[in-house]
């Protein structure tokens, strides 16, 4: 079992800077795929970017490439998103998300292949 404890979210304004924290804890093995996924009021919970095991690869989604920037440092068993320009459709509580399978895999970008998750950070962007 995997404990994740995200951290970081706040109350910006558009155009602002955030950086998220999820630090792990547990059996966090080698070769794992992190990922984060938000999920605004009343919407479904979606993907936002993801990192391999060494950092080499990242995937994003269309709606924050160019603006997000995924990172792990993995002596701390952490791994980040910082996030630039934001905009008020960033709202939405942030999570999130581990999993064992190496990338790449099928089903990357969606929440079945995460087995563990942290508890959320809120993220909110006024305009």
């Known amino acids: 079992q995997v404990q994740l404890v995200e951290s970081g979210g706040g109350l910006v304004q558009a155009g602002g800077s955030l950086r998220l924290s999820c630090a792990a804890s547990?059996?966090?093995?080698?070769?794992?795929?992190m990922g984060w996924f938000r999920q605004a009021p009343g919407k479904e919970r979606e993907f936002v970017a993801a990192i391999s095991w060494n950092g080499m690869s990242t995937y994003y989604a269309d709606s924050v490439k160019g603006r997000s920037t995924i990172s792990r440092d993995n002596a701390k068993n952490t791994v980040y998103l910082q996030m630039y320009s934001l905009k008020p459709e960033d709202t939405a509580v942030y999570y999130c998300a581990h999993t064992n399978r190496p990338h790449p895999f099928i089903g990357l970008r969606t929440t079945t292949p995460y087995d563990s998750w942290g508890q959320g950070t809120q993220v909110t962007v006024s305009s």
């Open positions: 547990g059996r966090t093995f080698s070769g794992n795929t």
